[in-house]
C-alpha cells in the first residue's frame, strides 16, 4: 500500500525574480527526511513528498510546482513523468545512488543528475541555477576536437583539458571530456567520477563493432554536474595494461561520432608520441600510442601544454620537435604552465617567452600563472576550477585564451564590444 501524496508548504526564501520556489520530493523515505530538513535549513519550500512516479504526475498536474527532486530509479523516473514535467515546465533533478540508477536517468533522457549523497550547494545548483545562467546555444560550429597535449612530467595536461572543457560549458555549448591516456589517466579522480567502468574504453569497443550512436555515448558516459555549466566525460582505463583497447582506429571512429553528439570534443592525451614499429616484431600489433597520435591527428586544435621552469621547458621544447613531425603547425597553440618568479627568475613571463621563440621558434605562448592553492582546492573537492576558485589567476588565463582562441569568432567579438562598453561605461570624465 503506497502512502498518500502529502502536500504543506514551509517558510521559503524568494525565487529568483521574487517568486516562490515549490519543490516535490519522490524519494525514499530517508533521503526524503533528510531533504526536507536540507530545504527548510535553506529556506525552501516544500510542496509535495510523493511515494512513486504516478503520484508525482498527479501533484504535477494538480498544483503548480517548480521543481522535483526525484530518485533516479523506475519507481520514481519515468519517461512519462519527464514528458509531463516538460509539458508543466518543472525542473527534474534525478538523484543516483548506483551506476544503475544513473544508467536509467539516462536511457529515459533526464541528464541533470547528482550524487544521492551529495552535499547541499551540489544539490542547489541544479535545484535554483544560477541568475542568468547560460542555456545551450545552438549558433556555435559542431564537433571541434580539441585535444591537450604536453611531454612527460606532468606538466599539467588533465588540469588544463578539465578546465577548458569547463570554460567551453560555462559559456552555453555541449562539450565532453575524453580521458585518451593510456599509460596515466586521471580525469575521473580529478572529478570525483567513478572510473570502474571506462567510458572512453567502452565507446572505443562500440566503435569497433559498428554500434556507437549518441544514445550509447549518453549510456556509458557520466555527467560533470556544475551550476555554471555541466558537461560530459568519457572516464580513461583505469588500468594502463587495458591499453589495447584504445587501437587508433577505435580512437578516430570514436571522435568521429563524438562530433555529432556534442559541440566540442576534449581530449586528454598521453605525452609519448612513439610509434613503436623499430620495437615491435608484429607490423600489425596494436600500439600503445596509437590512441595519443590518432587524437592529435583527428583534432582540429592542439594544445600543447609545458611546465614553466627550466627542467620543463627543455622537456617541452625536446617534445614539441617530435609533436611538428607528428601533425602540422597551424593548429597547435602552446600553453606554457605554472609560470612563477620562484622557478625562473625575475620577469618570468618575457624569459619564458624568449626562452620558447629562441630554442623552439614558438611565438605568443598562452601564459598561465602559479597558483597552487587554486589547483589544490579543485582536486581536494573533485571539482573544477571554474567552481572552486573562479577568481584565480590560474582561471582567468586560460578563460582568455578559451574565449580568443577556441570560440567561434562572432561570440569572441560580441564579447571584445561588451568588455569596451564596460570600460567605456567608467570612464572618468
Known sequence: ???????????????????????????????????????????????????????????????????????????????????????AGVRVVGLVAS????????SVGLLETVDEEADWPRLEALVIGPVGSPTPRSDGPRGQVIAVWGPAGAPGRTSVAIAIAAELAAEGFSVVLADADTHSGAV?????????????????????????????????????????GSFWVLTGIGRPSRWPELSGDRVTDTLRRCRTWVDYVVVDTSSSLESDEEISSDLFAPRRNASTIAALREADR??????????????????HVDLMETITTDRVHVVMNRIRAGAIGLNPQ????????RFGGILSPVLVPHDQAAFDAAVLEGRTLLDVAPRSAARTALRRFVQAALLPAPVAAVRSRRALHRRTAVAPS
Open 350 to 357: 618575457a624569459q619564458v617567452r624568449q626562452t620558447l621563440q
Open 1 to 87: 500500500m503506497t502512502t498518500p501524496c502529502l502536500w504543506y508548504r514551509w517558510h521559503s526564501r524568494p525565487w529568483p525574480g521574487d517568486e516562490m520556489i515549490a519543490i516535490a520530493l519522490a524519494v525514499p523515505i530517508d533521503v526524503e527526511d533528510r531533504l526536507a530538513v536540507e530545504l527548510s535549513r535553506h529556506g525552501h519550500s516544500v510542496a509535495a513528498r510523493c511515494d512513486n512516479a504516478a503520484e508525482l504526475s498527479r501533484a504535477i498536474a494538480d498544483r503548480r510546482l517548480d521543481v522535483a527532486i526525484v530518485a533516479a530509479n523506475p519507481r520514481y523516473l519515468t519517461e512519462r513523468l519527464l514528458a509531463e514535467s516538460d509539458s
Open 188 to 228: 575521473a579522480p580529478a572529478l570525483g567520477l567513478l572510473d570502474e567502468s571506462p567510458g572512453f574504453a567502452a565507446a572505443c569497443r562500440l566503435a569497433g563493432a559498428d554500434s556507437l550512436d549518441t544514445a550509447e555515448l549518453e549510456r556509458i558516459g557520466q555527467r560533470y554536474l556544475s551550476g555554471h
Open 99 to 106: 551506476d544503475a540508477d544513473r544508467r536509467h536517468a539516462a
Open 302 to 319: 592542439v594544445i600543447a601544454v609545458g611546465s614553466a621552469d627550466p627542467v620543463g621547458l627543455s622537456r617541452f621544447l625536446r617534445a
